[in-house]
Every structure is written in C-alpha cells, then in structure tokens.
C-alpha cells in the first residue's frame, strides 16, 4: 500500500472531502489507492492556519468538530485514490474570465477554497484525489514523497476497511 504524508490542516481537509488536489513540487506518474498520512511534524505557521476563520469554517462545515488544537498527527487517517497529475498552469478558479492571450486549451476549473488550500504557483503539481475514505486513525511514521505503508500497518487498515464495509453493510 502506498502512502502521501500532508502537513496539518491539509491532510484533515482531504479526509473530510474539501480538499480534493494536493500540490507539490514533483510530479508523479503513480494512479491507484493512496493512504492519507498526516505529517508529525506540525510548524507554526501550519498551525496558524488551522485558526484562520477560512480554515476552520472549512474543517466545521465538512463535520470536524473543531477545538483547537485538534488535529491528528504522525497517523495515517484516510484512504483515496490518485486519479490525476497535472501542472498548475493548467489550473483557473471557478469564473475566470478567459483573455484572447490564454492559450487555447481548457482549463481545469477549481474553485477558490482549492486555490487557498494549496500552492498553485508556477512549475509545481496538483494531484488529484477521489474515492476519499475516512478511517480509523493508525499511528505510523511518514516520509518524503509517495511511500509503502509498512506492512502490518497495512494489513490493519485493510482489516479495518472490512470491518467498516461488514457494519455499513448491517446498517442498510
């Protein structure tokens, strides 16, 4: 199983569904089933964040109940699926007003919450991300890049995965 470690508050924007592209310096040609990890390390400036109203009302209206600090760290939380990479040149808010300069391709219409949720500067990447399933938190230590998920690690999550659909399955 491989795994993408997020910084605080993103990595919880993802697993509540409001963040569905990551941006990063490097490209991936990787597609398939991804476990969100939220980084241990969580900076100041990340955490300043978190208390931005923008933030917070996006974390509370996709059913954080949020106190702060609140925030899981060094755990994997979620699971998606990388289903796109794309150059952040290729990327408009919702919108935009196309000027006759503009090259002729479509542009990939985001809206403004995606823009402030991310880096979209010139020369980096957006990935992404669908199928977002919220899981049992699994503490696990994280790294740079896309990495494999230990394995005992893994083999909980997909233990855990069954067990979810056997009591979403009991409920309907």
Not at 27 to 42: L, M, V
Not at 120 to 127: C, K
Request: hydrophobic fraction near 35%; glycine fraction near 6%; include cysteine.
């Amino acid at each position: 199983m491989k795994a993408i470690s997020l910084t605080q508050p993103w990595a919880h924007l993802v697993m509540l569904g409001a963040k569905q592209w990551e941006t990063r310096s490097w490209s991936t040609t990787y597609r398939g089933q991804i476990a969100i990890h939220a980084s241990k390390n969580y900076p100041g400036s990340a955490q300043s964040m978190e208390r931005e109203p923008f933030y917070k009302e996006a974390l509370y209206l996709n059913g954080w109940q949020y106190t702060y600090p609140s925030l899981s760290c060094g755990r994997i939380i979620a699971l998606a699926e990388i289903v796109d990479c794309q150059p952040t040149e290729n990327f408009r808010q919702e919108g935009f007003t196309r000027r006759d300069s503009d090259p002729p391709y479509r542009y990939i219409e985001i809206p403004d919450s995606e823009f402030r949720f991310g880096d979209f500067s010139a020369g980096r990447f957006a990935f992404k991300l669908e199928k977002i399933l919220r899981i049992p938190q699994i503490e696990c230590k994280g790294a740079l890049g896309i990495w494999n998920v230990p394995d005992l690690i893994a083999a909980q999550i997909l233990d855990d995965l069954k067990h979810l659909q056997r009591e979403e399955a009991s409920m309907r």
